[in-house]
């Protein structure tokens, strides 16, 4: 059963307002790991996730490689990071179970781990998820709250829920982005010499592992975010040099496109992100049959995003891996979408 009802935030405890400080360290933190950290998690969580394959696709100006993130058992590249948040935290942290928030990719990674291991798990997901996204954290026995997609925002920038349970971030938590960062290690197993690796960015956790993996290898491909036009957080944070309010349009793409930039993760983002692309809703519609015609994979918006963003003129003759993060879209829209020339007429 999913339960309904709005989440306030207007007045902060000492005890959130003093962790909302400490958090500003992550980017501190994360600076300082090793190859070695991102090898240990890729093999704790070895049994949790596939090592996705590195596809090629057919693009006559460029080397274009598609990581079939969409691939994972969940469908989603979230289950690497929510596999290795479980692992990685304290037994006693998880005596009353895991709570996250999610629009439903990272709940189902966190879910499937944590209930691979006994423990409850309670998800609270915007207004604005995929029914099946939400479906399918049910289908993994998980607790779903739905809440407005501002309360949803205000619980990603505080974790505060009022639940019981211990809080695992879906974006700004270290060990999520360690998770991620198996996705750049397997890249650079694949093809070793990658020009550019074009990524879907909400949070901006699996762009930051994967360049943080990158980096600790010594390699240094393009780190290239791609967003959908109808929210824009991180390309007008790198334009204005720090995060910004923007407007979220309507969107049937959902998992990127969020009205800011999280405050922990800007360091990061500023530093280890070379460039955005932002897509249109023509152009994702156009990548996402494309995936399903070329490649015959099932991909969600964020996914044909990153297709749409590898086939940008910028990347003419270059060698490049657009990340495919997952496989979850509603049946009806990837109908529309396959049936027709444009659905998102905005």
């Known amino acids: 059963m999913i339960s309904h009802h709005a989440v306030r935030f207007s007045s902060l405890s000492k005890d959130v307002v003093g962790d909302l400080m400490d958090r500003i360290s992550i980017a501190e933190a994360a600076f300082q790991l090793k190859l070695k950290d991102f090898e240990e998690a890729a093999n704790r969580i070895s049994n949790d996730i596939i090592e996705t394959p590195l596809l090629p696709f057919d693009c006559p100006d460029r080397k274009l490689m598609l990581k ?74 998980a607790k779903v709250t739905s809440v407005s997609f501002s309360d949803w925002w205000g619980v990603m920038m505080t974790r505060s829920t009022g639940l019981d349970g211990f809080f695992i971030h879906p974006v700004a938590e270290l060990e999520v982005i360690i998770g991620n960062a198996g996705i750049g290690l397997e890249i650079a197993s694949k093809s070793s010499d990658v020009d550019v690796i074009v990524v879907p960015v909400g949070g901006g956790g699996m762009i930051c592992g994967i360049a943080l993996a990158m980096k600790a290898l010594g390699k240094t491909p393009q780190i290239i975010a791609c967003e959908i036009e109808s929210s824009t957080p991180l390309y007008s944070a790198k334009i204005q040099g720090k995060p910004v309010k923007v407007e979220r349009g309507n969107s049937w793409i959902d998992g990127i496109g969020s009205t800011s930039v999280l405050s922990e993760m800007w360091p990061l983002l500023d530093v280890l992100v070379d460039d955005v692309i932002v897509v249109s809703h023509l152009e994702a519609e156009r990548a996402l049959r494309s995936l399903s015609s070329k490649a015959h994979l099932v991909a969600e918006g964020a996914g044909a995003v990153a297709l749409a963003a590898a086939m940008h003129p910028q990347f003419f003759g270059q060698k490049v891996v657009a990340v495919i993060s997952g496989g979850n879209i509603d049946p009806k829209t990837y109908g529309e979408i396959l049936n027709s020339n444009y659905l998102y007429d905005n």
Do not use: M
Request: glycine letters at 10%; one cysteine or more; aromatic letters at 2%.
């Open 68 to 141: 079939a993130e969409c691939l994972q058992e969940l469908g989603s590249f979230k289950i690497r990071a929510g596999a290795n948040a479980i692992e990685a935290a304290d037994e006693k942290d998880l005596q009353n179970g895991v709570v996250t928030a999610s629009a439903g990719n990272f709940g189902q990674g966190v879910a499937k781990a944590a209930l691979n291991r006994g423990l409850p798990v309670h998800v609270v997901v915007p207004d604005t998820a995929a029914t099946v996204k939400v479906e399918a954290l049910l289908d993994l026995g």
